[in-house]
DNA sequence: AAATTCTTTAATACCAGGTACTAAAATAAA
DNA sequence: TTTATTTTAGTACCTGGTATTAAAGAATTT
């Protein structure tokens, strides 16, 4: 149990509380060898809060983030879903979902519905699309019917591969490789 | 502050508690005018821990996938960043990165170049890619060296609307417009 | 109406993980 | 050696609980 000069040590406190915020000071002060009240002295130095504060700051993140997806709009209509494996949603292109110059369906719409749907066949309260490879195949016109099927093809983890194909009638007009995370 | 029944109120509780985590038992009492120990009392018969557990599991979920994140390799080198604005990485395609038949790129390598980049101009902790609507130009062979040029094209609260071109010598590989979220 | 049971409230002791503050001991610099 | 810096100790207090015991209130049954 070396100790290192102080702002070595400030230096490695803040790295071990950003590697795991979960630590508390009496763990610090274990790990770093020096007593709490050092822990604390620095942690006031750093202006780093508490663990209590910390994990309210990292919820907080999160659920930020959970409630601005939820608030996007679901695209689609899902009319089969077997959790953890399959499922079938149906968009009918509006007005509103179109250019008005083409009269083609905004991409976005087309990548949100698979999307959507990738990230509701995980049978989880929250995932989240990690990266997505995608192409479109044709534009899509105003009055079609897009029924997009997608499978999860691969599990690692909380990590979802789920492949998504987007038909309008027997013409595929999307496809997609999702990698979904799940949450909690 | 009518006082609906038991079940009535334990069903309010879990949904209070689950549209928001980080009610404390003494706002709950509050919330459905009843004392501090009949919630105490509802959560034991729910079995839903108290605050600070809940946090933790909330705090730990994000950080289960933001690690998962992290290690996820970063692909590409990065050689101009200007934080919330534009940058630059240069991704030269190893023999790994290719289909062994056909020696083309595997599209998720292009793929992830750029959305690592995009995810990088986000001038937070945390950034995820939410959304993409990418596109595949033509196929880029063993040894070819891929520009990725990022920029932020919009931005409104914590979501950011990222364009990538990439490049090889003058012609666009790729393209992509991604939906990033900045957490914390 | 009286007895019984379920439900709610009260009260108390205790805990983790701190804050805030004062003071003394150890170490380094002049 | 003296002074200044750094570290440790100790105490009182805080939030948001747990765990337990007991009593008051309300609804049901007899």
């Known amino acids: 149990m070396t100790r290192p000069g102080k702002s070595k040590r400030q230096e490695l406190l803040s790295r071990y509380l950003e590697g795991n915020p979960f630590l508390t000071d009496d763990e610090l002060a274990h790990i770093l060898g020096v007593s709490i009240q050092t822990v604390r002295l620095d942690r006031w130095r750093l202006s780093i809060p508490e663990l209590r504060e910390r994990l309210k700051e990292v919820a907080q993140g999160i659920y930020g983030q959970v409630k601005s997806l939820e608030k996007d709009e679901w695209i689609g209509k899902l009319i089969d879903l077997e959790l953890g494996r399959s499922g079938v949603?149906?968009?009918?292109?509006?007005?509103?979902?179109?250019?008005?110059?083409?009269?083609?369906?905004?991409?976005?719409?087309?990548?949100?519905?698979?999307?959507?749907?990738?990230?509701?066949?995980?049978?989880?309260?929250?995932?989240?699309?990690?990266?997505?490879?995608?192409?479109?195949?044709?534009p899509v016109y105003c009055g079609e019917k897009v029924v997009a099927r997608a499978f999860i093809s691969r599990r690692k983890e909380n990590k979802y591969v789920v492949r998504v194909a987007s038909k309008v009638q027997d013409e595929t007009i999307f496809q997609g490789k999702f990698l979904v995370f799940a949450i909690a």
Do not use: H, P, W
Request: charged fraction near 25%.
């Open 89 to 138: 949603s149906i968009l009918e292109v509006s007005e509103e979902m179109t250019l008005k110059r083409t009269r083609v369906a905004r991409g976005d719409y087309i990548f949100a519905q698979a999307n959507c749907l990738a990230v509701a066949l995980i049978d989880t309260k929250v995932a989240l699309t990690g990266t997505a490879r995608i192409s479109f195949r044709r």
